[in-house]
């Protein structure tokens, strides 16, 4: 019994000599790269692992030998040669080692490791525990890059959560994802998906963003819902801080009103795209779209007839524009 004390009172020492060394010298290549891995998705802020002025947790079960310090339990928790169900296993067992000293981390490293299971549910729930904007927006661009459009969706969903309880997250970055979950969703054909996808995208983007307002409102049309895509048309337009957006919103309203047969609420609305058009830089509009605007605005003049109509009787919110 004694010699084993004295072993494991050897073991203990060595460890902690290396680990001091280790701090000294900097950290092997892949405790960096976690450490950055984690600052890059900000689940945490790195704290050095082998600080001297840490205090650590003291074990309640087993005993040193049992955990290991935290950079060896780091480098085992990030191998991916090790499976993702044996780490999380391991993390679930050695977890009472640092349970008081570093709590958020280790509910980062379950979050990464649910995440790689396709546990995206369970990820998010821990995600939003955290609070973690970034984190989940990082999770959900990196599902998005590889194509993963469902667990992309699933971390999405955790950042709007998340920004219920007051954190910040950069809208355009929120925006630029949603809009591109519509596009995936509009080649595949779950046009109600895409709908809803271009919807939140409109609805993240400060201002207005008229791509994704467009193909919301032409998706709606392909669907036979005429009115609520002219509805939807209508709403962006005051909120447009630009004239490229402006512009694009006041055109496509041109459109689908002389497809409904209001000829003359059409001309109406290309003239107030033309008014904005001179506006608009020219790598947002080429020289063509501008004379081919400028032939559809006569076209829909000769159409609606010398007299025509006053501008949008049955659209009041319309005529102050």
Same mark, same amino acid.
């Given at each position: 019994?004694?010699?084993?004390?004295?072993?494991?009172?050897?073991?203990?020492?060595?460890?902690?000599?290396?680990?001091?060394?280790?701090? #000294?010298?900097?950290?092997?290549?892949?405790?960096?790269?976690? #450490?950055?891995?984690?600052?890059?998705? +900000?689940?945490?802020?790195?704290?050095?692992?082998?600080? =001297? +002025?840490?205090?650590?947790?003291?074990?309640?079960?087993?005993?040193?030998?049992?955990?290991?310090?935290?950079?060896?339990?780091?480098?085992?928790?990030?191998?991916?040669?090790?499976?993702?169900?044996?780490?999380?296993?391991?993390?679930?067992?050695?977890?009472?080692? !640092?349970?008081?000293?570093?709590?958020?981390?280790?509910?980062?490293?379950?979050?990464?490791?649910?995440?790689? @299971?396709?546990?995206?549910?369970?990820?998010? %729930?821990?995600?939003?525990?955290?609070?973690?904007?970034?984190?989940?927006?990082?999770?959900?661009?990196?599902?998005?890059?590889?194509? +993963?459009?469902?667990?992309?969706? &699933?971390?999405?969903?955790?950042?709007?959560?998340?920004?219920? @309880?007051?954190? !910040?997250?950069?809208?355009?970055?929120? #925006?630029?994802?949603?809009?591109?979950?519509? =596009?995936?969703?509009?080649?595949?054909?779950?046009?109600?998906?895409?709908?809803?996808?271009?919807?939140?995208?409109?609805? !993240?983007?400060?201002?207005?963003?008229?791509?994704?307002?467009?193909?919301?409102? =032409?998706?709606?049309?392909?669907?036979? %819902?005429? &009115?609520?895509?002219?509805?939807?048309?209508?709403?962006?337009?005051?909120?447009?801080?630009?004239?490229?957006? #402006?512009?694009?919103? !006041?055109?496509?309203?041109?459109?689908?009103?002389?497809?409904?047969?209001?000829?003359?609420?059409?001309?109406?609305?290309?003239?107030?795209?033309?008014?904005?058009?001179?506006?608009?830089?020219?790598?947002?509009?080429?020289?063509?779209?501008? =004379?081919?605007?400028?032939?559809?605005?006569?076209?829909?003049?000769?159409?609606?007839?010398?007299?025509?109509?006053?501008?949008?009787?049955?659209?009041?919110?319309?005529?102050?524009?």
């Amino acid at each position: 019994m004694a010699s084993r004390r004295k072993a494991l009172y050897l073991v203990t020492a060595i460890v902690l000599t290396l680990t001091l060394v280790g701090s #000294a010298r900097g950290f092997p290549r892949q405790f960096a790269a976690f #450490a950055a891995n984690l600052n890059a998705v +900000n689940i945490i802020k790195y704290l050095s692992t082998t600080s =001297q +002025n840490e205090t650590r947790p003291q074990a309640s079960v087993g005993s040193l030998a049992d955990c290991p310090v935290y950079p060896l339990t780091a480098a085992t928790l990030q191998d991916a040669r090790t499976a993702a169900a044996q780490r999380l296993e391991i993390l679930n067992t050695r977890s009472w080692c !640092w349970a008081t000293a570093r709590p958020t981390l280790a509910i980062g490293w379950r979050a990464t490791l649910l995440g790689e @299971l396709g546990r995206d549910e369970e990820a998010c %729930k821990l995600l939003t525990d955290l609070k973690s904007t970034d984190g989940a927006l990082a999770y959900a661009r990196q599902s998005i890059d590889v194509g +993963n459009w469902l667990s992309g969706k &699933v971390y999405l969903r955790c950042v709007d959560e998340i920004a219920k @309880l007051g954190m !910040w997250v950069s809208p355009w970055r929120v #925006a630029e994802l949603y809009q591109r979950l519509g =596009q995936h969703f509009e080649d595949v054909d779950q046009v109600d998906d895409a709908i809803a996808a271009y919807g939140e995208a409109s609805y !993240w983007h400060p201002g207005v963003w008229a791509m994704p307002y467009l193909r919301k409102a =032409q998706l709606l049309w392909g669907q036979g %819902k005429t &009115v609520e895509a002219i509805d939807w048309l209508i709403a962006g337009i005051p909120r447009s801080t630009d004239a490229t957006s #402006a512009f694009y919103l !006041w055109r496509e309203l041109g459109e689908f009103m002389v497809a409904r047969g209001a000829a003359s609420d059409g001309l109406c609305a290309y003239q107030k795209a033309r008014d904005v058009m001179d506006q608009v830089p020219s790598q947002n509009l080429p020289d063509t779209a501008r =004379q081919l605007t400028q032939e559809r605005l006569y076209a829909l003049a000769v159409q609606a007839g010398a007299a025509g109509s006053p501008c949008f009787e049955d659209y009041p919110e319309l005529r102050a524009r």
